[in-house]
Nanobody
């Protein structure tokens, strides 16, 4: 599967952005999917994940209540609605996928076999 993230940009503190991840080559319903982010000088960190069915969702404590992950298997896409953005949310955001039912820690990068190119999110204060 190939993944393409989009929707990043520059936004003021308190603003919102919606990121999208489009899958191609395979059906996204075959995969658990997630968003990670990486700021300059930092390691890649978990943001949110959703199981292949959309039933189970996971969030990093830092984004809980502000970000919402969703997926539309009929459109082969996954999204991340980001509200109340803060400067510390500035990073390159990556979408990732792992074949469903393969197990592993949803919050861990090693679970995911497929990664898309990132999209830059910049939040100004």
């Amino acid at each position: 599967v190939q993944l393409q993230a989009s929707g990043g940009g520059l936004v003021q503190s308190g603003g919102s952005l919606r990121l999208s991840c489009a899958a191609s080559g395979r059906t996204i319903s075959e995969y658990d999917t997630a968003w990670f982010r990486q700021a300059p000088g930092n390691e890649r960190e978990f943001v949110a994940a959703v199981s292949w069915s959309g039933v189970t969702r996971y969030y990093a404590d830092s984004v809980k209540g502000r970000f919402t992950i969703s997926r539309d298997n009929t459109k082969n896409t996954m999204s991340l609605q980001m509200n109340s953005l803060q400067p510390e949310d500035t990073a390159v955001y990556y979408c990732a996928a792992d074949p469903r039912n393969s197990g592993g820690n949803f919050r861990g990068a090693p679970k995911y076999d497929y990664w898309g190119w990132g999209t830059q999110v910049t939040v100004s204060s």
